[in-house]
């Protein structure tokens, strides 16, 4: 398959730790984006990235949430010391720039915090 | 960001056509109308995009309204599978491109 994976697909974890989510980009894709979405609501825009570069990031990316794309393939996006809060499912999606602006979207990592 | 409204649901029966509205009375000349389906635990895949013209494939079809103020995003003949949660979204290839702002969408019911 060579859509968009993400990993952990369940994550359930106690308030205070941290946990992390990896994207696998469709691999010609050059950005890579981060979405969360809770239930009954559309997916909420968190960041993206072009390449390895980290283009925006939404006031929704709380100090506590970090993304990072290394090497412009793979992306990580962390969350430290967990809320009941931060409950979702988390979205990877990624695009061709310069492309027709379709984004392919991942099935998602569910997170939940007790 | 420009804003779209949609009907919070809607029901269609099998195999009938099915008629989703979308407004967006201050899209700018150089947003694209693009539409996006997220059916039950997956995630959003896109559904078809334009700009100015209707546009066909191989999914739905997309009509534009003159003012391009309003679209519709048509499902010739629906079935099962269909029933989604369908975003219509404004994306400004000249701005943050692929930032796609959703809203809460339509979600369609199928009945056999």
């Known amino acids: 398959d060579t859509g968009v994976s993400q990993n952990p697909r369940h994550k359930i974890t106690k308030r205070g730790q941290n946990v992390t989510f990896r994207c696998d980009p469709i691999s010609e894709h050059n950005r890579l984006y981060w979405y969360r979405q809770t239930l009954g609501q559309g997916p909420e825009f968190l960041t993206y990235?072009?390449?390895?570069?980290?283009?925006?990031k939404s006031r929704l990316l709380s100090d506590r949430f970090s993304a990072e794309r290394p090497k412009g393939s793979f992306s990580t996006l962390e969350i430290q010391r967990t809320e009941q809060g931060d409950s979702a499912m988390y979205l990877c999606?990624?695009?061709?720039?310069?492309?027709?602006?379709?984004?392919?979207f991942g099935e998602g990592s569910r997170l939940t915090v007790l | 960001d420009a804003k779209t409204t949609q009907p919070n649901s809607m029901e269609s029966n099998e195999e009938e056509p099915v008629h989703l509205p979308c407004n967006h009375s201050t899209i700018s000349g150089t947003d694209y109308i693009h539409w996006y389906r997220q059916l039950p635990s997956q995630g959003p895949e896109y559904v078809i995009h334009?700009?100015?013209s209707n546009v066909n494939n191989r999914m739905a079809s997309l009509a534009i309204a003159e003012d391009r103020k309003s679209s519709t995003l048509i499902l010739h003949r629906a079935t099962l599978r269909d029933a989604a949660v369908y975003y219509c979204?404004?994306?400004?290839?000249?701005?943050?491109?692929?930032?796609?702002?959703f809203g809460k969408g339509t979600k369609l019911s199928v009945k056999p």
């Open positions: 990235f072009q390449n390895e570069a980290q283009l925006e």
């Open positions: 979204i404004l994306m400004n290839y000249g701005g943050s491109q692929g930032n796609l702002i």
């Open positions: 334009g700009l100015t």
């Open positions: 999606a990624s695009s061709l720039f310069r492309g027709t602006g379709e984004l392919f």
